[in-house]
């Protein structure tokens, strides 16, 4: 009798260590280092953290902005970004801190097409392109 009660006091310690490890501030795989935002406009960190916990995003170019875990756990700020530059580094603390690091800003361009994507137009002979694909 007594290893049961033993062997069911481990299983509890286990659990709960087990949920005190899956506890802490998550980002989606998009926000990640190397990033590039779009200067000079408002963007949107998000993420996930235990329910009501409170979530400071502090970006190194301007003032922290602060939050709350809703009661899924979901979190969200929107932040405006600078001209163009940097690195900068966006550092986000919740249940435990993240840092995104190496964060450029600039004009974002999605680009998708065809083989002819590829050509450079309107220089004239001799002239350096600006881009290079």
């Given at each position: ?45 998000w993420g996930w953290d235990n329910p009501g916990q409170p979530i400071s995003?502090?970006?190194?170019w301007t003032e922290p902005e602060k939050t709350e875990t809703d009661n ?18 966006i550092k986000i603390n919740g249940s435990s801190e993240q840092v995104i ?33």
């Amino acid at each position: 009798m007594k290893y049961l009660k033993n062997l069911f006091v481990l299983f509890i310690a286990t659990c709960l260590s087990a949920v005190s490890l899956t506890a802490q501030t998550r980002l989606p795989s998009i926000l990640s280092d190397n990033m590039c935002l779009q200067q000079l406009t408002e963007v949107k960190i998000w993420g996930w953290d235990n329910p009501g916990q409170p979530i400071s995003v502090e970006p190194s170019w301007t003032e922290p902005e602060k939050t709350e875990t809703d009661n899924k756990g979901n979190w969200l700020v929107t932040i405006k970004t600078p001209e163009a530059g940097g690195p900068h580094k966006i550092k986000i603390n919740g249940s435990s801190e993240q840092v995104i690091s190496n964060v450029l800003m600039g004009e974002v361009w999605v680009c998708s097409g065809q083989s002819n994507m590829d050509r450079q137009l309107g220089l004239r002979p001799g002239q350096m392109p600006l881009v290079n694909f």
